[in-house]
Antibody, heavy 118, light 106 residues
Framework: EVQLVQSGAEVKKPGESLKISCKGS????????IGWVRQMPGKGLEWMGI????????RYSPSFQGQVTISADKSISTAYLQWSSLKASDTAMYYC???????????WGQGTLVTVSS | SYEVTQPLSVSVALGQTARITCGGN??????VHWYQQKPGQAPVLVIY???NRPSGIPERFSGSNSGNTATLTISRAQAGDEADYYC?????????FGGGTKLTVL
């Protein structure tokens, strides 16, 4: 079974750094792009960026370029999303998803809730 | 940048047919994907590349795409179909999501 399992919920203070993870299993991790999607409370889905773990080729949405860093460690089939200095406005649910059939996103991870509050 | 537009909400009577639209400039020339998101859950792919259903998705879900509008059709709507639905396309290596449509089954 193809599966993406994300790291657990985080509570951080403004200015702190954070790295969340997404571990793939049941398929060749290096052969499919992994994307990250933000969902702010009560809002819709926003695409943040995507990485190809095979060679770490990474693309960012203009809205998130410079705000986050996407990386991957293919030796442990894990993709990452990180912030160097969190803001309260980063409070959201973050999903990873594999780019698969016809370049759709399937499956999705269960989501990681990030709460940034002083 | 490319934009896709969805109605905020759609209502359908139990057992009837719901249609959720996704509008965009010449969207018929792009591949459209549809996701279902129930409260507290991650999105699930229900239609990919305009008309294709992933394994496990009921035949009641179908899609079409032509001109400036793509449509997700849910036949014989059930209470369990109540959810938010998002369309998604790719434009210049950028994924674009619609704002989402809340489907209410009456």
């Amino acid at each position: 079974e193809v599966q993406l399992v994300q790291s657990g919920a985080e509570v951080k203070k403004p200015g702190e750094s954070l790295k969340i993870s997404c571990k793939g299993s049941g398929y060749s991790f290096t052969s499919y792009w992994i994307g990250w999607v933000r969902q702010m409370p009560g809002k819709g889905l926003e695409w943040m960026g995507i990485i190809y773990p095979g060679d770490s080729d990474t693309r960012y949405s203009p809205s998130f370029q410079g705000q986050v860093t996407i990386s991957a460690d293919k030796s442990i089939s894990t993709a990452y999303l990180q912030w160097s200095s969190l803001k309260a406005s980063d409070t959201a649910m973050y999903y990873c998803a594999r780019r698969g059939f016809g370049e759709s996103f399937d499956p999705w991870g269960q989501g990681t809730l990030v709460t940034v509050s002083s | 940048s490319y934009e896709v537009t969805q109605p905020l909400s759609v209502s359908v009577a139990l057992g009837q047919t719901a249609r959720i639209t996704c509008g965009g400039n010449y969207i018929g020339s792009k591949n459209v994907h549809w996701y279902q998101q129930k409260p507290g859950q991650a999105p699930v792919l229900v239609i990919y590349r305009d008309i294709n259903r992933p394994s496990g998705i009921p035949e009641r879900f179908s899609g079409s795409n032509s001109g400036n509008t793509a449509t997700l059709t849910i036949s014989r709507a059930q209470a369990g179909d109540e959810a938010d639905y998002y369309c998604q396309v790719w434009d210049s290596s950028t994924a674009v999501f619609g704002g989402g449509t809340k489907l209410t089954v009456l």
